[in-house]
């Protein structure tokens, strides 16, 4: 069975606990009487699945415990696996109904970019595998990386001496449901990036949830190897990411919107056909992706990935000092705020910990952002297109280039796309 049947069963585990959330909150609110309600979250990301508890630091101890047994004691019975199997049909048939394809689109883009290796596999779990779920596969994932040098526990506003004592409590030598036989059949590898064309032909002509009609448009997504976030260039392209901005024809403009970035004032404000022109940055540990995600009419398919693929030489091209500037702020400024939520720094304590074994403090991050140049976002733009692109398309593609005249643009001086003569229209 293919290892990417056993990276999607985390997603699941939300389900299983839906019993046990009303236990779990009976004790949490039994333990806590100062508190009405606790709560219980559990998130996966695409190399990365948290478990998480928010409740007054009083129940440091219930709440841990409560963590343990849900992560190391789940209830794999036939009905919640059952349940499970339905639910993830109703995720697939969900994906492909819904009118925003930015989630399909995001798992096209990877498969493309990395082609049947790492985070390059089915991040939702195809139809086909769903019935092979069972209690021993899972078991068998768990045992091989639920272990304790893959597990991080952090905590904010608890101090830390209290926690390790829980940690050692509830934690240490304890055996798991799935048995304490050691891990054999680790996944170890390294994400290697291929580049290429994944394609989904699809009707989105009545994708409307409702009686008015959305316009029916085709979605691509171009992306380049950028790199991992353990390098030194991580900074300058989440910088240079910024830069580009981007969003909806139809976003609401303001402070913090990025009105003033690349892809709105070249892209959004010139174009007016342009429903959407997005710049999204995805790291891992091992590599990394830069991507920008348009949508147009079928019609304008062609000049909306040549507007694409020069926006992408450009980024190559000479900064401007107050761009730049405007950037880097922007980035402090969302980095700030999204740290003034507790539940957001434990994550990000967590995952820091997890990946690089340290935590670099929101002013050390402030600091290394103001020091990105215009000479970095230039070397680090230069370096990321000399690598073979990646494309996601989605939707009427019978205006799409060719993946050769994709590469050939970004290849080129000016990001044009090869001319192509029809002796009949």
């Given amino acids: 069975m293919k290892l990417n049947i056993l990276v999607e069963s985390p997603t699941f585990w ?18 806590l ?17 948290m478990y998480a508890v928010s409740a ?8 841990v415990g409560l963590l343990a047994d849900v992560v190391l004691q789940p209830r794999l019975t036939d009905e919640e696996i059952e349940m499970t199997r339905m639910a993830v049909q109703f995720e697939l048939e969900d994906l492909n109904m819904r009118p925003d394809p930015e989630p399909l689109l995001t798992e096209m883009i990877h498969e493309a970019a990395y082609r049947e290796n790492t985070v390059g596999l089915h991040r939702f779990c195809p139809a086909e595998n769903i019935a092979k779920i069972n209690r021993q596969v899972l078991h068998s994932y768990l045992r091989n990386y639920y272990t304790p040098g893959r597990m991080v526990l952090a905590g904010v506003g608890v101090e830390h001496e209290h ?11 304890v055996q798991p449901a799935w048995g304490g036989v050691p891990a054999v059949d680790i996944d170890r590898s390294v994400a290697q990036y291929t580049g290429g ?12 949830l409702g009686p008015t009609p959305i316009p029916e448009l085709t979605h691509i997504m171009v992306g380049l190897e950028s790199c991992s976030f353990l390098e030194e260039d991580f900074i300058p392209f989440a910088v240079l990411n910024m830069m580009m901005g981007g969003g909806g024809s139809f976003s609401a403009g303001g402070p913090g919107k990025g009105m003033f970035s690349r892809l709105y004032l070249n892209v959004l404000n010139r174009h007016h056909w342009m429903y959407n022109a997005t710049s999204y940055h995805h790291s891992y540990e091992d590599t990394g992706l830069l991507c920008i995600h348009a949508s147009a009419d079928p019609r304008q398919v062609r000049e909306m ?29 969302m980095l700030m705020m999204n740290l003034e939520s507790r539940p957001v720094i434990f994550e990000d304590v967590g995952r820091q910990v997890l990946a690089t074994h340290s935590r670099k403090l929101p002013h050390e991050l402030c600091a290394l952002i103001r020091n990105v140049r215009p000479e970095d976002i230039k070397r680090v733009a230069s370096k990321m297109l000399r690598g073979k692109p990646a494309v996601a398309a989605l939707g009427d593609l019978t ?3 060719t993946y050769e005249h994709i590469q050939a643009a970004l290849s080129s001086k000016d990001g044009r796309l090869p001319r192509t003569y029809r002796l009949f229209r």
């Fill in 14 to 31: 939300k389900n299983w606990h839906f019993r046990l959330l009303h236990d779990l909150t009976a004790r949490m609110t039994f333990c």
């Fill in 33 to 49: 009487p100062w508190k009405s309600m606790g709560v219980f979250v559990i998130a996966r990301h695409q190399d990365t699945t």
């Fill in 56 to 63: 007054d630091s009083k129940g440091l101890d219930t709440v």
């Fill in 163 to 173: 926690l390790v004592d829980c940690a050692r409590k509830y934690l240490l030598r």
């Fill in 197 to 208: 064309m994944v394609k989904l032909e699809r009707d989105m002509s009545n994708v409307s």
């Fill in 305 to 333: 990935v040549e507007i694409i693929t020069k926006e992408f030489i450009l980024m190559g091209g000479s900064v401007d000092v107050v761009e730049l500037e405007r950037a880097k702020t922007q980035l402090m400024s």
């Fill in 399 to 401: 205006d799409l280039p």
